[in-house]
């Protein structure tokens, strides 16, 4: 039977393969080829790996060729005489069509490997027979909403979060009161914590990360607001204007395109958007006056826009690799870009011209700052170290020692007295900006820190880990205040949120109560009554405030 | 096996193949072609059919097991009939199956029925860790993806500095760090733990955007569905429970196929705790040898020749292999070969295994300039060849070999100044012996101690021993040039593997061996043992002489340079030595010890292949697991029989050299032409460059003279103690510089210099036409014939005489010239051009 059962499949197998090719070439006849559907992904796949728009200029790899778009496609051969590799309505005239039906190997595309197969090239042909039309643009984004049915499901991770909790009346023998009070939530993994900043003010905390921008009241403890999605992907940067009440977030889908959204700051709706490069956005300032903006990107160029007119004033593709960081100094004339290609470049703050190449980083440089007085540049990144550079002769001044690896961001304080960096040894640290010492050291687990904002008012630090959590710490006694917790959206779209305390009060939205358990030991607690002694709104506004409270005591017995 | 009997049912009746056969037919008539169909196994012929797993564990989501159903033929070949088999599962809940795979759905035990033919197999199964799974190992699943789809290999982001501004460690040999390049690097960039589908992770090796490593694998394949299956679990990172796999075993291991078979390998990963998992999937292929065997990406071989080849399999750092056979010819015959001694029968067996037959033994001129060669590098004389060619004795073949070794004499022993001679220049070339890297003095001393070890036939263990351990002045004491040669720690580790192990470490300098199992900790443990070797200037000639002393210095470690930890020294594959002050007497001492059975086996190998044209082990200097010898049962009793007699050359030598396999013709048979590496035929080499030289002079009776050398010692080149001897000749035709240990040093590649040199140069012109030469001297005198200086020229050439045809061209070729003499030098430069002359046949 078996055997029956696989021959029976080859049969229908190959019949319905030679149907296919019967009905194919006749149903093409009259359906519409269009570039978007049908081309595109020919090309996509076996001749954009050299004939990209990045390679246009070096003709030895893309022969001043790029089928990336439909625009390069038709623009064909680039140079001074340009030439034409699409006749729309002729493909016997076409190059695209000629090179692929080349007999001499050595001639033939795509070059060193096996020729398109005749569909596609058949596909190619009449493509540019019916006229060659463009079609419908497919998502942009190729790729982003084309997801398979997975076979495993996405897990909800539980995040466990210990409390410091005196229990009492446990019911047990003293010598096992050892045992730890937590709150479990079911909502993990977290996205990584990749953009804070604190508004003018300090009374606003914005937190980035992939998908989603949320809004904290930064005294209170509260979200105000959810932005899901403002752009696809992460954000990588948040910035206040000094000027205007806006907010520039970049972000992108990385190897796809970068944009930097203008935010409303009372209402946060996008009012603008900044697209252009070709890769995420990882890094977007606004120069002192507010009138341009500068992104980072890692398509390895930089673009200063006009906020008038919100055009592209100048790119600058000075950078050979991914560009980390941007830093206008304070009279907007210097514009500082820190790079993975191990140098900062500085260029005119209007023009975009090359100035000078600070070079001397043997890794990676990820962060940089001017200071406030503009003297100086202050680079940090895959070497721990802070160098300040001079920025008239390009000398370096001063390097400091304190983080034990990566430094991920550095920001110059309201005030420009302080410094503060954030840095995959879990800490953030605090320095003096003029005398480069350290100051104080923020640290709480080993979880890399990817961002780093200080409250105008110097009150609080807040810090951004990979695991997706924003802690905050208290300036003045070094000790941590509080960790901001946020559901995913694909859990909950509302503003959800959970905010620890180190007192252990908690405080969290409604919405999120039934995802939260409380456990001591391995036991699961009744949760109704361990809220209603721990989730104090309250308590937790004394904490941030800066007032102590005392630990509570918590009756574990039933 | 055992478990065979008792699962092994038989059901009545067999009703698959007639219909079988008949849809066959029925699709040729419908699609209108003849299609080739493989036709169902002809089981008239099998012996025995077996199933393998006999059991099977499932113990995670992802895993994927393979059944190999094998038949067995009465002449001993197997066949992969895997795919005629049919496979049920008995609980479609706990397992299910595609194909000849088995997919876990849900935890619990069952059975899977294989049928094929009139048999049926019984083979339990049990599944776990499914219904509640673990996430994938980030360690044991991602990472082998990663390497198989080659994204991190050396070309790509397992370059130094990455691909695109990413970057992986080569080979996943630091799963630590590939984890942070991947998950928290540029903030995150290259996953997405909330919508594991769109990680750039999984976009860009789909090429579901532009990648410039062009696709790596599809969305619907099972390298996808490992990382989405890891991303899903929220990318956990490397922890306790991934133990990485002791080692990995195949199924088969070794096997005997027909012709154009395929056969599946099926692979499996061990761990400490007994686990056993399918890794089929994941693991890598490569062939050993592509014109017998190719294997694609999944493991399955298929064969496309004669012969044995073995596949290598690794994953993660782990490495075996399968040999594969289709046999030249009808196996299992016994062959009627008068064994001279062990090598025979051990050599006899491997041709019966294979269908194998013999060349004919050599004749008795050939076998004579091919021993003269091998031992002494030099021709015979026309007299020797002579007399024995007209000897009777039947051990006549023994007793010339005993004569050129020195062994079994009761006079002088004649050829010693010649065999000396020729196994200096190659200890010189193993040794890297060069006045440009010891200078000329301890050159000198260098060369005079390989002389004098070599006069004593001085075991090769004491050689080493004395190597290993030399202090002193370079100047005086000669093995302390080892140190000199090699400088480093790192150099001298990678020096003495390979010269004394035949192991190439070189790879585990800088990253797990790809090849082997050799890890940076094992590399630095060998380098430890030298990190004390210390050298300081002497005066012993002079304030400027330049002499060295090497000393042990009290204090020195070696750190391994990733992890930064001191590494003590532990020999490869053994364990930690007791050290006293000096490492090198406990390396020394392992080295040439009883334990360490790599020593002998590098050594008899070599000189297997000085001889016999080839390894068993080939490349001779590159011993590994993954590079199997084509015959290991010779290999072992070679270095059995050398170690019990004391590591003695000239042993060694008169062994190999009294089997009969060394004394075939090279002139193959009707079955064994395709063979070049089971030795049924000798192999032919080319003389080596200072053979060739020396032969070319003798041939000529010209003098050589060798710049900055007196010529009365030195007139031959085998002679040379120095590469920088300037030697045009010599360069052309591949004398090794000595600057590596490797033996690929020395190479026999023919190149159009070297046809060049020989036809047209003025420099071998000047050798056939000198006035004192050999063609002046044979027309000198003239009580020879013509017809007698022609068979002189064959024999100073070919070393043989010249068949009648040859003398009747030999003649014509003399009379059409304008002078006799010329005539003469025309076959002389004519024979020296041939094919025979270069060759040692």
């Known amino acids: 039977m078996g055997c029956l059962f696989v021959w029976g499949n080859t049969l229908s197998e190959t019949a319905s393969t030679l149907n296919d090719k019967v009905q194919g070439t006749k149903s093409r006849e009259g359906a519409s080829v269009t570039f978007e559907e049908d081309i595109r992904p020919i090309l996509r796949e076996h001749c954009v790996m050299c004939h990209k728009e990045e390679n246009v200029a070096d003709p030895v790899i893309s022969g001043a060729l790029a089928l990336d778009s439909f625009e390069s496609v038709l623009k064909g051969v680039r140079g001074d005489t340009s030439r034409k590799v699409v006749y729309p309505g002729k493909s016997q005239n076409s190059r695209l069509v000629s090179i692929l039906l080349e007999q001499d190997e050595d001639l033939r595309m795509p070059l060193d490997a096996e020729p398109l197969s005749a569909t596609d090239i058949e596909t190619i042909i009449r493509w540019i027979d019916l006229g060659a039309r463009r079609g419908s643009k497919r998502e942009k984004t190729g790729g982003f909403s084309n997801p398979i049915p997975p076979k495993a499901s996405l897990r909800v991770i539980d995040l466990r979060f210990p409390l410091t909790v005196v229990p009492v009346d446990t019911g047990l023998p003293k010598n096992v009161d050892q045992k730890k009070v937590g709150l479990i939530a079911s909502i993990g993994p977290l996205s990584p914590v990749t953009a804070l900043a604190y508004s003018l003010d300090g009374k606003t905390l914005v937190v980035g990360r992939y998908g989603k921008l949320s809004v904290w009241d930064a005294h209170r403890g509260v979200v105000k607001k959810i932005v899901t999605n403002p752009l696809k992907g992460a954000l990588h940067d948040l910035a206040f204007s000094k000027q205007k009440p806006l907010l520039a977030a970049a972000g992108g889908l990385p190897a796809r395109q970068g944009q930097t959204l203008l935010i409303d700051t009372s209402s946060w709706e996008v009012l603008h958007d900044l697209s252009g490069h070709r890769d995420v956005v990882f890094a977007a300032a606004f120069s002192s006056d507010g009138k341009r903006l500068a992104s980072g990107s890692f398509d390895k160029t930089v673009m200063l826009w006009d906020m008038e007119t919100r055009e592209v004033m100048a790119t600058i593709e000075t950078h050979s690799d991914f560009v980390y960081d941007v830093a206008f100094s304070p009279d907007g004339k210097v514009l500082a870009s820190a790079s993975k290609d191990r140098t900062i470049k500085l260029s005119d703050g209007i023009n975009g011209k090359s100035i000078r190449t600070l070079s001397g980083h043997d890794k990676d440089v990820f962060a940089i700052a001017i200071s406030a007085d503009g003297k100086n540049v202050i680079s940090t990144g895959m070497e721990p170290q802070l160098r300040w550079w001079n920025l008239e002769d390009g000398s370096v001044g001063r390097r400091s020692e304190g983080h034990g690896s990566s430094v991920h961001q550095v920001t110059v304080s309201a005030d420009g007295k302080l410094l503060v960096t954030a840095s995959s040894d879990g800490t953030l640290r605090l320095w003096d900006a003029q005398k480069g010492t350290l100051k104080q050291t923020f640290s709480s687990g080993s979880e890399w820190m990817y961002s780093v904002a200080l409250r105008p008012d110097g009150k609080h630090i807040a810090g951004g880990t990979w695991d997706g959590l924003v802690k905050i710490w208290d300036v003045n006694s070094g000790d941590l205040v509080a960790i901001l917790v946020e559901p995913p959206p694909r859990i909950s779209s509302r503003a959800d949120y959970l905010v620890l305390t180190r007192s252990g009060y908690y405080q969290m939205s409604e919405g999120l109560l039934p995802m939260v358990r409380a456990e001591f030991g391995e036991q699961l607690l009744e949760s109704e009554a361990f809220h209603k002694t721990l989730n104090r709104h309250d308590r937790v506004q004394q904490i941030l405030d800066g007032r102590s409270v005392e630990t509570p005591r918590f009756s574990v017995k039933k | ?841």
Not at chain 2, 566 to 595: H, I, N, Q, Y
């Open chain 2, 1 to 841: 096996m055992k478990a065979l009997s008792n699962n092994r049912r038989t059901l009545p009746g067999s009703q698959a193949f007639s219909g079988n056969e008949f849809w066959g037919v029925i699709l040729a008539w419908i699609v209108g072609v003849q299609l080739v169909v493989a036709g169902p196994t002809d089981i008239t012929d099998i012996d025995n059919i077996s199933v393998f797993p006999q059991e099977m564990e499932l113990n995670r989501p992802l895993d994927v097991a393979r059944f190999l159903v094998s038949a067995q033929y009465s002449d001993g070949s197997e066949k992969d009939i895997s795919s005629e088999a049919h496979y049920v599962s008995q609980d479609t809940d706990v397992v299910l199956i595609k194909g000849e795979l088995a997919y876990p759905v849900g935890d619990g035990k069952t059975a899977i029925i294989v049928s094929v033919a009139d048999q049926q197999w019984v083979i339990p199964v049990k599944v776990s860790g499914v219904s509640q799974p673990l996430p994938a190992s980030f360690a044991n699943e991602v990472v082998p993806v990663l390497t198989k789809a080659g994204c991190n290999q050396g070309a790509c982001h397992g370059s130094q500095h990455g691909k695109g501004g990413f970057k992986l460690s080569l080979f996943g040999g630091e799963p630590d760090e590939d984890y942070e390049s991947i998950v928290k690097e540029a903030e995150g960039r290259r996953i997405v733990r909330s919508n594991p589908q769109d990680s750039l992770l999984l976009l860009k090796p789909t090429l579901s955007i532009y990648h410039g490593g062009s696709r790596r694998f599809s969305r619907d394949s099972h390298d996808y569905e490992v990382i989405l299956s890891w991303l899903e679990h929220g990318a956990p990172a490397a922890n306790e429970i991934d133990s990485s796999p002791v080692r990995v075993s195949v199924y088969p291991q070794e096997r005997v196929l027909r012709p154009n078979a395929q056969q599946q390998l099926v692979v499996f990963a061990h761990y400490e705790d007994g686990t056993v998992r399918d890794v089929t999937q994941t693991a890598q292929y490569d062939s050993l040898n592509e014109g017998i065997a190719e294997v694609g990406r999944d493991g399955l071989v298929e064969m496309s020749g004669r012969g044995a080849s073995a596949v290598m399999i690794r994953y993660l750092g782990k490495a075996t292999v399968s040999t594969l056979t289709v046999p030249y010819g009808k196996i299992g015959t016994k062959l009627s070969f008068p064994s001279n001694n062990f090598v025979d029968q051990k050599v006899v067996e491997r041709w019966e295994e294979l269908g194998l037959v013999p060349s004919e033994l050599a004749d008795d001129a050939t076998f004579l300039r091919r021993v003269f060669l091998d031992t002494i590098g030099t021709l015979p004389e026309p007299e020797v060849i002579r007399d024995f060619l007209a000897s009777k004795i039947p051990h006549k073949r023994e007793l010339m070999i005993d004569r050129l070794l020195g062994l079994n004499q009761t006079g002088a022993w004649k050829y010693q100044n010649e065999w000396v001679a020729f196994w200096s220049v190659k200890w010189g070339d193993l040794l890297r012996n060069s006045s440009r890297k010891v200078g000329e003095q301890g050159m000198w001393a260098l060369h005079n101690w390989i002389r004098e070890s070599l006069r004593n036939n001085k075991p090769v263990s004491e050689m080493t021993y004395e190597l290993l351990t030399a202090t002193g002045s370079t100047y005086s004491n000669g093995p302390a040039n080892y140190f000199r040669v090699a400088r480093s720690p790192e150099d001298l580790a990678e020096t003495t593997a390979q010269l004394f192990l035949g192991v190439r470490l070189q790879c585990a300098r800088c990253h797990h061996h790809p090849f082997e199992k050799y890890s940076q900790t094992d590399y630095y443990g060998m380098a430890a043992f030298f990190a004390r070797v210390r050298t300081k200037g002497n005066q012993e000639f002079g304030l400027f002489g330049g002499g060295q002393d090497v000393y042990v210095s009290n204090g020195g470690e070696v750190r391994h340079p990733k992890k930064g930890q001191v590494v003590p020294p532990v020999p490869l594959d053994s364990d930690p030595l007791e050290t006293s002050f000096d490492r090198r007497r406990a390396l020394a001492s392992w080295m040439v010890g009883k334990e360490n059975v790599l020593f002998a086996r590098n050594f008899v190998n070599r000189f297997w292949g000085y001889f016999m044209g080839r390894g068993l082990v080939d490349p001779i200097d590159d011993m590994r697991d993954t590079n199997p010898p084509t015959n290991p049962e010779l290999l072992q009793a070679l270095a059995e029989d050398f170690t019990e007699n004391g590591f003695d050359l000239k042993h060694l030598m008169q062994t190999i050299l009294r089997s009969r396999v060394y004394q075939l013709s090279s002139s193959p048979n009707n079955s064994n032409g395709g063979d070049d590496r089971f030795f049924s035929h000798y192999l032919v080499k080319r003389l080596s460059a200072e053979q060739l030289l020396d032969a070319l002079n003798s041939a000529t009776g010209a003098v050589e003279k060798f710049a900055k050398l007196p010529i009365e010692d030195f007139d031959r080149a085998i002679e040379l103690p120095d590469p920088s001897v300037n030697s045009y000749f010599l360069q052309v035709f591949g004398r090794p510089p000595r600057e590596t240990t490797c033996e690929c040093e020395r190479v026999a590649v023919p190149n159009i210099s070297q046809a060049l040199h020989l036809a047209n140069s003025e420099y071998v012109n000047k050798k056939v036409t000198d006035e004192k030469g050999r063609v002046a001297q044979l027309i000198s005198n003239e009580k020879l014939t013509d017809k007698q200086r022609v068979e002189e020229l064959y024999l100073v050439t070919l070393s043989r005489l010249p068949s009648s045809d040859e003398h009747q061209l030999a003649h014509q070729l003399i009379n059409e010239s304008p002078s006799s003499q010329e005539g003469f030098q025309d076959l002389l430069w004519a024979l020296c051009n041939t094919k025979e002359f270069m060759l040692n046949h």
